[in-house]
Structure formats: structure tokens, C-alpha cells
């Protein structure tokens, strides 16, 4: 199975370059699943046209630039977030697994309607998960790592998510959609080492058998 997987926009003032960038450990990642990772350039004028001329069969939003939208967005890379929509659109339209994982998860929910804060103590730290009622999917899960400085409280989720774990200030971190394949995580699954079996399994229920709410 193909995984298309976004790409954070480096700026490089050297040379003037805008880079897409990909940690390393994704591609690790999901081999050690069976997953195929195909990088996503930012800035796709044909999206779809893409997505089929490489077999693109789920996707994976990956962490890195705010989105542009917010206040004193850091290091915003608006062609990334013009290319994670299309990408979402098309992924609605056909009923696409999709990951979001930190940055990907604000985006989900940014992208269907929610609402983004800024929150403190998450930057950089481990802190234990509070499972809410039906998160069967994430039993397993005790302690994440966190490096993000925006998140979303339950009441800011978009219609249609709902949320599975939270941290103990109450912040929202993990959510599925009700009726499509499509799960958020706040934290990074590729930043452990060795990788976690729980990180892994819900991968593989994401993209082997899809968490749909049907």
C-alpha cells in the first residue's frame, strides 16, 4: 500500500530556496509496516492526477510549520497548507485513510471547521493520556512525547470528530472521524526509539483496516 506523506517547508536563505523535508524515520516507519512512503511535494497543481499516477492509497500528514492561519504562525508555509487541503478534498471524496499526526491532526481539524489554541507544557515533554469512554483503539497507550505549541479543547473539535484520549490539562489528543477513516494524534509515533507496538498497531488499523463510523 501506497502512503502519500507530507512534507514540511524549509527555508534555506543561503541559496533561496524553499525545501520540502521529510524526517528519515517516516520512511522506517512505515516500511517496518508494510507501507510503501511516497513524499508529497508541496505546491501539486493536480493533486488527484498525482495521487493516481502513483497509486496513492491513504495518507500521512505529517508535523512541522504552523499552519498560516494562526496568530504569529511559526515558519508558515502556506503552499503546504494549500496542498494538505486538495489532498483532504480528494481524500473526503473517495473515502481515503488519512493520518494527522501533531501538525496533521490541527490540520484535519482545521481543514473540517475546528478551532486551534495555543497551549503551554507541551513543547519538548512526555506526559500520560487520559482514555475517554470508546477509545479501544488506544488501550495500549500510557505516556506520549509532545512537541507542539497549538492544540484544540473538545469543544473546538470540528463536526464529526470525536475525541478518543486527552493530556491532563485537557487538551485533545487523539480524535477519529465518525464516518471516515480518518484518525488524529498529537503526538510522533517516528520520534520513538525503538518504535512503540501500540504506534504500530494503530497505523496498521488505520491503514489495513480502516477506523470507519459507518
Not at 473526503?92 to 473540517?112: D, T
Request: aromatic share 8%.
Amino acid at each position: 500500500m501506497r502512503i502519500g506523506v507530507t512534507q514540511r517547508v524549509e527555508v534555506v536563505e543561503s541559496y533561496g530556496e524553499r525545501r520540502d523535508c521529510l524526517d528519515q524515520q517516516w520512511s522506517a516507519f512505515l516500511e517496518g509496516l508494510g507501507l510503501t512512503a511516497v513524499p508529497v511535494p508541496n505546491g501539486l497543481s493536480q493533486p488527484a492526477a498525482w495521487m493516481d499516477a502513483l497509486g496513492i492509497s491513504g495518507l500521512l500528514l505529517t508535523g512541522g510549520n504552523d499552519l498560516s492561519s494562526l496568530p504569529d504562525a511559526g515558519r508558515p508555509a502556506p503552499e503546504r497548507d494549500q496542498t494538505e487541503a486538495a489532498l483532504l478534498s480528494v481524500a473526503k471524496e473517495r473515502g481515503m485513510p488519512v493520518m494527522g499526526v501533531c501538525r496533521g491532526m490541527q490540520m484535519i481539524n482545521h481543514w473540517l471547521g475546528g478551532q486551534l489554541v495555543p497551549v503551554e507544557g507541551h513543547t519538548a515533554v512526555r506526559h500520560g493520556l487520559k482514555l475517554l469512554p470508546g477509545a479501544v483503539d488506544f488501550i495500549d497507550f500510557r505516556e506520549v512525547n509532545s512537541f507542539h505549541d497549538w492544540g484544540m479543547y473538545p469543544a473546538g473539535l470540528a463536526r464529526g470528530l470525536t475525541a478518543r484520549c486527552e493530556a491532563t490539562d485537557g487538551t485533545v489528543e487523539a480524535f477519529a472521524h465518525d464516518a471516515l477513516p480518518w484518525v488524529g494524534i498529537m503526538w510522533h509515533p517516528e520520534r520513538e526509539s525503538p518504535f512503540t507496538g501500540p504506534d504500530q498497531q494503530l497505523f496498521l488499523q488505520v491503514f489495513r483496516e480502516p477506523l470507519c463510523r459507518h
